[in-house]
Antibody
Framework: QLQLQESGPGLVKPSETLSLTCTVSGGPISSNSYFWGWIRQPPGKGLEWIGNIYYTGTTYYNPSLESRVTISIDTSKNQFSLKLSSVTAADTAVYYC????????????????WGQGTLVTVSS | EIVLTQSPGTLSLSPGERATLSCRASQSVSSTYLAWYQQKPGQAPRLLIYGPSSRATGIPDRFSGSGSGTDFTLTISRLEPEDFAMYYCQHYDTSSLTFGGGTKVEIK
């Protein structure tokens, strides 16, 4: 059974860099059928896509966050990571990592596995 | 950038009733890349429907999806107690991915 687990500090100071890692277990991160992504959800609000990474290192970012976001992948550790710089209180959210799988019957990619999420609070 | 607008914001229904949730895109989109997710409090979202009418693994057949162009619908034929939750539509294209604002299905 595939599992994804987010890890990282739960409290980050304003203007600093938020860093999270997603560890994937129960399956390979190096596959051409998957993208790996980060999504966040401010308390009481909806979902916001942050970005995706392919096992080759190709990345796609939300245009509204692109200037502050870096997603990287370490296939040797079956992990991928998120860095979000210059954080403010508006970046306080539950951060989820997820797997987007290619479904051959439709030809699309969808998030079919998610981590449990980790709350990151931006506060001094 | 495509904007997805979900309506209504809240749907108050009783168990056994039919729920119809709407997702409208700001421009015509490929239905292949449209999906619906269910989220319960304190949990991660769960894939329900994709492409836009295929059910994900383990999803009961009371859930169905339809639509094309700019208008998409998630229907729950008969609400079970475990179906009261938030529902999000989601679309992606070659470079970006967008979620709708969500519809809360609550017990009346």
């Amino acid at each position: 059974q595939l599992q994804l687990q987010e890890s990282g500090p739960g409290l980050v100071k304003p203007s600093e860099t938020l860093s999270l890692t997603c560890t994937v277990s129960g399956g390979p991160i190096s596959s051409n059928s998957y993208f790996w992504g980060w999504i966040r959800q401010p308390p009481g609000k909806g979902l916001e896509w942050i970005g995706n990474i392919y096992y080759t290192g190709t990345t796609y970012y939300n245009p509204s966050l692109e200037s502050r976001v870096t997603i990287s992948i370490d296939t040797s550790k079956n992990q991928f990571s998120l860095k979000l710089s210059s954080v403010t209180a508006a970046d306080t959210a539950v951060y989820y990592c997820g797997r987007r799988t290619y479904y051959y019957e439709t030809g699309g990619y969808y998030f079919d596995y998610w981590g449990q999420g980790t709350l990151v609070t931006v506060s001094s | 950038e495509i904007v997805l607008t979900q309506s209504p914001g809240t749907l108050s229904l009783s168990p056994g009733e039919r729920a119809t949730l709407s997702c409208r895109a700001s421009q015509s989109v490929s239905s292949t890349y449209l999906a619906w997710y269910q989220q319960k409090p304190g949990q991660a979202p769960r894939l329900l429907i994709y492409g836009p009418s295929s059910r994900a693994t383990g999803i009961p057949d009371r859930f169905s999806g339809s639509g094309s162009g700019t208008d998409f619908t998630l229907t729950i034929s008969r609400l079970e107690p475990e179906d009261f939750a938030m529902y999000y539509c989601q679309h992606y294209d070659t470079s970006s991915l967008t979620f709708g604002g969500g519809t809360k299905v609550e017990i009346k």
